[in-house]
């Protein structure tokens, strides 16, 4: 198993984000390399340790939506090689090569100020709310629904984007129309929705249940929408095994959580500077999230 990359150093490119996984680039006026690292965060600060393979596992299970998925909304991809952007000079192993690849050519869009949330079950914090009101983000819920249970139709509920180390908050259907605009915001949720519900029914067949999960949208130069960033990974949705998934209990999953289970157990107070994972956390968190890459594209990563 290859040793982590925490931190990209392309010289030919300029450096202009870095993001808690992703290292961003500029290429020219219209596309940008998008190098997503091994970097983990938790609790909305970036771990010391790194999670072997990760950054490649995301870029491969994000491809094989963006293609599977290209007929709802076109998405960032360029399709250029991220090889031919860089100097010949540079250390190329940072992108990776073949199934380990962690690098594409995106568009440069308008990135919409709002995450587009799918929730298809209760739970986290909807079902903390649903327990207390009877609604999610606001939306009113049949009674009787337990932790865990299937929403009668996957709902939209988006959040503003947060400032770096701050949370992400949740806000109104109202609210959302007024930093987009209500065309706008009716769109994202329809074909937020009609994303999320086409990939959740194909991850069924392959035993995976996609519990929630949250897109980001952005516009081209002409206004069109696309979905950009990443689009129903580990990082960015709720992945749970179908075979333990049991209404009334908060099902094991494929993301980070057993890296947060191990941090509430030593009792974090949650402000930076992170622990240092075990070396056994960090590797059963890379084998969870190899083992949701190759279940659901069917494909081996190594």
């Known amino acids: 198993m290859s040793a982590p990359l925490l931190k990209t150093n392309l010289q030919s490119l300029t450096l202009i984000h870095q993001g808690k996984v992703r290292d961003i680039y500029a290429i020219n006026d219209k596309t940008m390399l998008l190098v997503s690292?091994?970097?983990?965060?938790?609790?909305?600060?970036?771990?010391?340790?790194?999670?072997?393979?990760?950054?490649?596992?995301?870029?491969?299970m994000a491809n094989f939506w963006f293609e599977k998925l290209k007929h709802v909304v076109p998405n960032h991809l360029t399709g250029i090689e991220p090889d031919s952007v860089v100097s010949s000079a540079e250390d190329k192993a940072q992108l990776g090569t073949g199934n380990?690849?962690?690098?594409?050519?995106?568009?440069?869009?308008?990135?919409?100020?709002?995450?587009?949330?799918?929730?298809?079950?209760?739970?986290?914090?909807g079902w903390k709310e649903y327990k207390a009101?009877?609604?999610v983000c606001g939306i009113q819920l049949p009674a009787g629904l337990q932790e865990a249970s299937k929403l009668?139709?996957?709902?939209?509920?988006?959040?503003?984007?947060?400032?770096?180390?701050?949370?992400?908050?949740?806000?109104?259907?109202?609210?959302?129309?007024a930093l987009i605009g209500t065309e706008m915001a009716e769109k994202?949720?329809?074909?937020?929705?009609?994303?999320?519900?086409?990939?959740?029914?194909?991850?069924?067949?392959?035993?995976?249940?996609i519990a929630d999960t949250k897109f980001e949208f952005g516009l081209d130069s002409d206004g069109v929408l696309h979905v950009m960033d990443e689009v129903l990974t580990p990082d960015s949705s709720r992945f749970w095994p179908a075979e333990s998934y049991k209404v009334g209990s908060?099902?094991?999953?494929?993301?980070?959580?057993?890296?947060?289970?191990?941090?509430?157990?030593?009792?974090?107070?949650?402000?930076?500077?992170?622990?240092?994972?075990?070396?056994?956390v960090a590797q059963r968190t890379s084998e969870k999230y190899c083992e949701a890459f190759e279940k659901l594209t069917g494909k081996k990563l190594l």
């Open 188 to 209: 994202v949720a329809k074909v937020a929705i009609q994303l999320y519900s086409e990939a959740a029914e194909y991850a069924l067949t392959r035993d995976i249940i």
């Open 152 to 177: 009668p139709v996957p709902i939209f509920t988006p959040s503003s984007k947060a400032a770096v180390g701050e949370h992400d908050e949740n806000i109104s259907l109202e609210q959302c129309a």
């Open 100 to 125: 380990l690849s962690r690098a594409v050519v995106v568009k440069k869009l308008k990135p919409l100020p709002i995450e587009a949330i799918v929730r298809g079950y209760l739970v986290g914090s």
């Open 133 to 135: 009101k009877g609604t």
């Open 250 to 280: 908060n099902p094991p999953s494929y993301d980070k959580q057993y890296v947060r289970d191990w941090l509430e157990s030593i009792q974090w107070n949650k402000a930076p500077p992170a622990p240092a994972l075990p070396l056994e």
């Open 37 to 60: 690292t091994d970097r983990l965060s938790a609790f909305d600060v970036i771990l010391p340790t790194g999670i072997a393979n990760k950054g490649a596992m995301l870029t491969q």
